[in-house]
């Protein structure tokens, strides 16, 4: 899951071209904007979308030591770091999006 901060006159979707470009090599288009997580205590908003790739290759770089493309079961099951997994779930279920979730 690339991710990172937004750059001054950048917009949100933007930053999430940017950096997927940047850790993972790859040219995405936004599908659709599915929701954010807060962390009120650190202060840091997390925007999701939704994308395809459209150009470039899958690459590791110093922010992403593997990539790779999986069936979604079996990403879910590498996923272990956080709440990352319940995003991704939550990211390809459209009948919960638009969401918010404060933690």
Not at 12 to 39: K, M, P, S, W
Not at 62 to 73: D, N
Request: proline share 3%; with cysteine; glycine share 8%.
């Amino acid at each position: 899951m690339p991710g990172g901060q937004v750059e001054e006159g950048e917009s949100l979707a933007q930053a999430a071209i940017r950096e997927t470009r940047e850790e993972a090599g790859i040219d995405i288009e936004i599908v659709r904007f599915c929701g954010i997580y807060q962390n009120v205590s650190a202060g840091i908003c997390n925007t999701l979308f939704l994308a395809k790739q459209v150009d470039g290759e899958l690459t590791t770089t110093e922010e992403a030591l593997e990539v790779g493309y999986f069936p979604i079961k079996d990403a879910l099951q590498m996923v272990t770091w956080k709440n990352f997994r319940e995003r991704i779930e939550k990211c390809l279920d459209a009948s919960q999006q638009p969401f918010y979730v404060e933690f």
